[in-house]
């Protein structure tokens, strides 16, 4: 398989085109390359990253910036002028004191990061929001993903937005509001008789055979990547330029975790906050918990398993980043936990009962872990705590539709309603 896309060979970059980006550096053996279409390293195949000559950079300056992404751009891979290419301009999303939550957990100090608020109702607007930067800067003809289903989503509004090409690749057995939103979007909604990791190696192959593809997360995923930084650079600005004392992210390929804590991470060299420790937890749903299972056994190594839950937007059996994963969790005093179906759906229930924010499975797997880590003392209830919603209930209403429903289905008269003994 070919590690890169053939493209760029004629066209040359524009000055600036990934900002104060200088090059991709490997995560496993330090080897650097140019910065272009490409995610594997050529000495060791190990995984790509971006490297930066950060600006000297001030609060102010941030906070003058738009309510978006964007207000970052001098921290992603992007052009000065990102603003002006058509995109969906996501982020800047609601950080909300979750002190209803807390009581019912224990919680002293709790607060949700709500990305459900996101243009697609997923945090995957924002990494799409960066890999269509470098998609357009490379010059590529077709913005492509496979997706678990928000993905898909995001790349779909995305790419209708900038007007270039879109196909999307899913598990044929998807929730039907998810395709639904993709579909509504693109006409090249592509449903594959596989799971997750059948379409990530079916991705990779077209990547290697055409031109002009770029697929979000894979040719591109280290620009992608860097989207989900901007997640932890809110965080720790919504607080007041602060970092909390821990936080609970959900597990897919592992992704958000490593780069939320590299986030913090910049942010302390920036002199932007006080450096202090956070410790980072994870969450997966136990039907698909490979990262969990590892941590618990006390492996270096993650074993890929077939997913089998709900939560299928975190149903990745063999994430790229999950041996990362490990070693944030390790090397920061936290935890990883993975929770049943059914502890899902009563999280869902839970923290649209006590919060008002009705969240999809995978934040249904987020909270339902974080119960079970108060209840293993493995999380201090006495710490400031974030916890990330990262999706939208209405995308998964299946998983609650036994749980919630009418009450009594009653007469129009007053009699009826006595009756029924809601009063
Ligand atoms: C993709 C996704 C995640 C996790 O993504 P990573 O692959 O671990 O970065 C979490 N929540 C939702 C809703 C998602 O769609
Ligand atoms: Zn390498």
């Known amino acids: 398989m070919s590690t890169t896309t053939a493209q760029t060979s004629t066209r040359t970059i524009r000055d600036g085109a990934f900002g104060h980006a200088t090059g991709l550096a490997c995560r496993e053996c330090g080897a650097t390359q140019d910065l272009g279409p490409y995610y594997v390293c050529r000495e060791c195949f190990g995984p790509l990253e971006i490297s930066y000559d950060f600006p000297a950079i001030t609060r102010e300056q941030i906070e003058a910036g738009p309510a978006n992404i964007w207000r970052y751009k001098a921290l992603l891979p992007v052009p000065a002028d990102i603003e002006l ?6 982020g800047y999303t609601r950080l909300l004191r979750a002190d209803n939550l807390g009581r019912e957990l224990g919680i002293a ?3 949700v990061k709500d990305d459900s608020t996101n243009p697609t109702n997923s945090f995957k607007d924002r990494v799409v929001a960066c890999a269509l930067s470098a998609a357009r800067e490379l010059g590529s003809t ?9 993905l898909a989503n995001a790349v779909a509004a995305a790419g209708a937005r900038a007007g270039i090409k879109t196909v999307v690749f899913i598990p044929s057995n998807l929730e039907t509001p998810k395709q639904v939103n993709s579909a509504v979007y693109t006409e090249n909604l592509v449903a594959v008789d596989g799971n997750y990791d059948d379409v990530n190696r079916l ?13 979000v997360n894979v040719n591109v995923r280290p620009f992608y990547a860097e989207g989900s ?7 720790a600005e919504q607080l007041g330029w602060r970092l909390p004392d ?15 804590h590299k986030a913090f991470q910049e942010l302390i060299k920036l002199g932007l906050v006080e450096d202090k420790p956070v410790k980072v937890f994870g969450a997966q749903a136990t039907g698909c918990s490979p990262v969990s299972a590892a941590f618990r056994e006390g492996w270096d190594a993650v074993k890929p398993v077939r997913p089998d839950t709900i939560a299928k937007s975190l149903a990745i059996g063999n994430p790229a980043d999950g041996v990362y ?5 390790r090397e920061t005093g936290g935890a990883i936990a993975d929770v049943s179906d059914d502890e899902v759906r009563d999280a869902i229930v839970l923290l649209a009962r006590t919060e008002g924010v009705f969240t999809e499975t995978a934040g249904g797997t987020t909270v339902g872990v974080l119960k079970k880590l108060v ?8 710490l400031e705590t974030v916890v990330i919603n990262t999706g939208h209930g209405l995308k998964t209403l299946d998983a609650v539709t036994d749980r919630v429903g009418a009450r009594a289905t009653i007469a129009p008269t007053y009699d009826a309603f006595v009756a029924a003994g809601i009063a």
């Open 85 to 90: 290419s058509p995109n969906m301009e996501p």
């Open 109 to 111: 100090r709790l607060w």
């Open 142 to 150: 077709v913005f492509a993903c496979p997706s678990t289903g928000n």
């Open 203 to 215: 991705a990779g192959e077209i990547a290697g055979e055409e031109d002009g593809w770029a697929f």
């Open 229 to 235: 930084k901007t997640l932890g650079y809110e965080i």
């Open 246 to 260: 821990q936080i609970v992210i959900p597990v897919a390929s592992g992704s958000q975790l490593t780069k939320v």
């Open 325 to 329: 994963v490990l070693d944030i969790v």
């Open 375 to 382: 209840e293993t003392g493995q999380l201090d209830p006495e």
